[in-house]
């Protein structure tokens, strides 16, 4: 999907909102359990609830190569039954080098045709480039992160700035616009002025509102621009909403409550 369908996309719906497939099986309602593929079932369940409110699919695909074979063919069905006018994520972190990254980025981009894919940069351009070679697909580079972690390296110092800062502006000059996303997490509220600073054009790729804790109204009205170029992750709070039998209609109420929150900021 290139950027400006991803934009008109986001207008049509009033919506900037990204469901989070994390689909632990350990979590998922036990009724399911009696069907041929319980994570495909609930996860068709999720998205024919939620579809109407969302712009955007994350799919964790950890959550599916944990369960071997059975979890990549329940993830291959998932991302067939996405409705094609929605933004995929094949949310991978992958971050190697040479003729392995373009080993990766053909897996998430021809074998599993994904929108796009969560990269990692600690290797440098050359972990990167071979994602930004094929047309209308995206690279989303982790920046700046919201896990406790992100204090480690992320926000030390690092010349006249801070470490991610320098991923930012470095990353940000291999791509474009069009085919490079940014990672940053809602938690980081007191960056996130900055980080517009340093990229104003880009997409950014925000989890960590719901469950984490992340502020829905400091990120639209810090991260937001022009084009909205931002889609607001929320995972556990929608897809685990209810846990019984009814757990489609409590994730669809559940998207429905971002999905107003994100209304008003449209104009």
């Known amino acids: 999907m290139n950027r400006q369908t991803l934009i008109e996309q986001i207008r049509k719906k009033k919506s900037f909102l990204c469901v989070g497939l994390d689909t632990d099986i350990t979590k998922i309602p036990t009724h399911l359990f009696a069907t041929d593929d319980p994570v495909f079932e609930f996860n068709k369940a999720i998205i024919d609830a939620t579809k109407d409110h969302t712009v955007a699919y994350k799919i964790n695909t950890a959550f599916y190569e944990a369960q071997g074979l059975k979890g990549w063919i329940s993830m291959g069905k998932t991302l067939d039954y996405i409705p094609k006018d929605i933004f995929t994520i094949a949310d991978a972190k992958r971050g190697d080098i040479g003729n392995t990254a373009e080993q990766y980025a053909k897996t998430f981009f021809d074998t599993y045709p994904y929108d796009s894919v ?19 697909k995206w690279a989303i ?56 600073q340093l990229i104003p054009d880009h997409f950014l790729l925000i989890p960590g509102v719901g469950a984490q804790g992340g502020d829905m109204d400091t990120v639209a009205k810090t991260a937001m621009n022009k084009d909205v170029s931002i889609l607001v992750n929320v995972s556990r709070a929608i897809i685990f909403a209810g846990n019984g039998m009814e757990f489609a209609e409590q994730a669809a109420k559940a998207a429905a409550g971002y999905g107003a929150q994100m209304k008003p900021y449209f104009k």
């Open 141 to 196: 580079v982790l920046g700046l992160t919201s896990n406790k972690g992100s204090h480690d390296f992320q926000l030390q110092p690092s010349g006249d700035g801070l470490l991610y800062e320098k991923v930012l502006t470095t990353v940000a000059s291999w791509g474009s616009v069009d085919n490079t996303m940014f990672v940053i997490g809602a938690t980081q509220k007191d960056q996130l002025e900055r980080v517009r």
């Open 118 to 136: 969560t990269v990692a940069p600690y290797m440098g351009k050359d972990s990167v480039e071979p994602f930004l070679q094929f047309p209308n």
